[in-house]
C-alpha cells in the first residue's frame, strides 16, 4: 500500500535553509507534519498536526495521544484546524445597539452595503436614524 503512494504521490525537496523549509511547509499547509524540533513550532502557521522529535510517529497522533483522526487534507490546514468538540457546538450571535451605536456605525454599514450593491440594506439603518 504504502509503495504506490510513495512512487506517485511523493518528492524529495531540498531547500538552502531551515526557514525556506519552514515557509515551504506552511505553502504546502500538510495535514500532518513531523519536525525534528520544537524550536520549529512558532514557525508553523499551518500544519492539520504537528509531531515533534523521533519519539512521535503519525500514528501515536491518529490512534492514541492526538484529538482525532479527522485532519484537513490538501491544504486545507491553511484554512482550519482538525475536527474539535467546536464543530459540534451551534453559536448563534447576538447584536443589540442603541441610537447612539447605530449611529456611530452607520457610515460604515451604509458604505459596505452599497459596495456590494445592496441598498436596501443600506436604507434599513438610514430609515432608523431619521
Do not use: W
Amino acid at each position: 500500500m504504502a509503495r504506490p503512494a510513495i512512487d506517485n504521490n511523493s518528492a524529495i525537496v531540498v531547500v538552502s535553509s531551515t526557514a525556506e523549509a519552514v515557509e515551504l511547509s506552511n505553502q504546502f499547509a500538510p495535514e500532518h507534519l513531523s519536525i525534528y524540533d520544537e524550536a520549529l513550532l512558532p514557525g508553523i502557521r499551518h500544519a492539520g498536526s504537528v509531531f515533534v522529535g523521533p519519539f512521535s510517529p503519525e500514528a501515536a497522533g491518529d490512534y492514541a495521544s492526538g484529538p482525532n483522526h479527522v485532519l484537513p487534507t490538501g491544504g486545507h490546514a491553511r484554512l482550519r484546524a482538525g475536527l474539535s468538540a467546536a464543530d459540534f457546538v451551534k453559536v448563534i450571535s447576538v447584536q443589540r445597539l442603541d441610537a447612539a451605536a447605530l449611529a456611530h456605525l452607520a457610515p460604515t454599514i451604509t458604505t459596505l452595503a452599497r459596495a456590494e450593491g445592496l441598498e436596501a440594506h443600506a436604507r434599513s439603518v438610514e430609515v432608523r436614524l431619521s
